[in-house]
């Protein structure tokens, strides 16, 4: 039985919590496999509003077995927080388990964060201060600390002090910063262990035995392939892999139990922090999208910069993922606007190309098509053949260039609002056919 993976296709925020959510109503097991707290998945049900960080958007079904993988690193103070936060609501949550292998932010890595981005001062690269950047630099230098030491208080005292001499020292000869204190840790982070210690298994055997019993399985990651750490907008990236190939690092499974990748796409641009944007709009349109699509970060509540389709960028991340089916999301944003520009070329430097060029300059302008927009309210469409004509030339516009069908279209952050264009499509991912 094939697993569905969902990625996003942008810089993130497109709306992959809502789609998760939709597919996680048939599913048995949903994995989160890479990132960590530094992003938010957001779902809209009625009169609650949920911005899920760590724990995957299948939460919200009692019969889903949620599974934070060994690819995300965990602040532990943010997944309790987000546990209690859901049970507060009579979210059931004892089925949300955490990876033994997953590597465990401490307080120094946010300080660490936070200091080297000050240090960097206008050069700097726009993180959260969460601290994720510093875990996973601790998991490759191999002196982190994973959520199977949280269960061996020896160990993980050991660890610890380790990791406290050496940032003490960073933060005071380089950074000029006061030290950390080694107890007021080890005190605070055992208290987490006892909260999270039932919860802590070996993943990749039950991930594993899951699929071997045909068990129906959805991966979901955050951020989005732009900010990949390998293929994205470097250095203005994430620290994990987010493509569907990190899904296999980040789980501990083959490639060939993988099998429908759906990518998720808004039908305009957002980025939130610094970086290469080609489409961005700087004027009035820019914040009229904004305010309309209500793009602030889930997390950090930071104004997303907003821009035209660029479908250079997304032809680009559908080759990389492999993408076989696509989601369309926020297309009721752009409704109202007389011409819709969508970006087909790259001015780079003084050269006019048609590929993402891997050195991610802030000098690469896009080069649009304008199309007819429409006028209609589209946000209460259920049937695609009901919306407006020129919406629909949109659509196939992006399907031609592409060469993706386009399978179901989200017209509202409301779990029913969204219009199935490819029911055949949708039925085959949404059974795991």
């Not at 989160?32 to 998945?41: D, M, P, V």
């Not at 030290?179 to 990749?204: H, T």
């Not at 509540?301 to 080759?319: F, N, T």
Request: charged letters at 25%; one cysteine or more; aromatic letters at 10%.
């Amino acid at each position: 039985m094939p697993s569905n993976v969902i990625v996003g296709l942008q810089w993130g925020d497109e709306g992959k919590g809502k789609i998760t959510d939709l597919l996680a109503k048939n599913s048995d097991c949903v994995i989160r496999y890479q990132g960590g707290n530094n992003s938010g998945h957001s779902i809209h049900i009625k009169n609650h509003y949920f911005v899920l960080h760590l724990i995957p958007s299948g939460v919200i079904y009692s019969n889903v077995k949620c599974i934070i993988g060994p690819g995300v690193v965990i602040d532990p103070q943010s997944l309790i927080q987000e546990i209690k936060n859901l049970e507060s609501i009579g979210i059931n949550t004892s089925k949300v388990f955490l990876a033994k292998r997953a590597h465990i932010t401490m307080p120094y890595h946010r300080l660490l964060d936070r200091y080297q981005e000050e240090s960097l001062g206008d050069k700097s690269i726009g993180t959260t201060h969460k601290g994720i950047g510093p875990t996973y630099v601790d998991k490759i230098s191999r002196t982190g600390i994973r959520a199977l030491d949280l269960l061996n208080l020896e160990v993980f005292r050991q660890k610890l002090r380790y990791n406290i001499d050496i940032k003490n020292q960073m933060f005071t000869k380089i950074f000029k910063k006061k030290p950390l204190s080694f107890q007021s840790i080890y005190e605070e982070y055992i208290e987490y262990a006892k909260i999270l210690s039932d919860r802590i298994i070996d993943a990749v055997y039950e991930i594993h035995d899951d699929f071997y019993k045909k068990k129906k399985i959805l991966f979901e990651g955050a951020q989005a392939m732009l900010l990949d750490i390998n293929y994205g907008t470097y250095p203005y990236v994430t620290t994990s892999s987010t493509s569907t190939g990190g899904v296999c690092i980040g789980s501990g499974i083959p490639p060939n139990f993988l099998g429908n990748f759906i990518g998720i796409t808004k039908a305009y641009c957002t980025r939130v922090g610094f970086g290469p944007f080609p489409t961005e709009i700087k004027d009035e349109i820019g914040d009229i999208i904004r305010h309309k699509g209500n793009e602030y970060g889930a997390t950090t509540k930071r104004p997303r910069r907003c821009g035209w389709l660029d479908l250079i960028a997304l032809k680009y991340s559908c080759m990389i993922n492999g993408i076989n089916y696509l989601v369309i999301t926020k297309l009721d944003v752009l409704s109202g606007f007389d011409i819709i520009k969508t970006c087909v070329k790259y001015k780079y430097d003084d050269k006019i190309i048609q590929y993402f060029p891997v050195n991610g300059k802030k000098n690469v302008k896009g080069i649009y098509i304008d199309l007819p927009g429409w006028k209609q309210d589209i946000s209460h469409v259920h049937k695609y053949e009901d919306l407006p004509n020129n919406c629909k030339k949109y659509i196939k516009f992006i399907e031609n260039y592409l060469n993706i069908e386009i399978v179901l279209i989200s017209v509202g952050s409301e779990r029913n609002q969204n219009i199935i264009k490819n029911k055949s499509l949708f039925f085959r991912i949404s059974t795991y056919n």
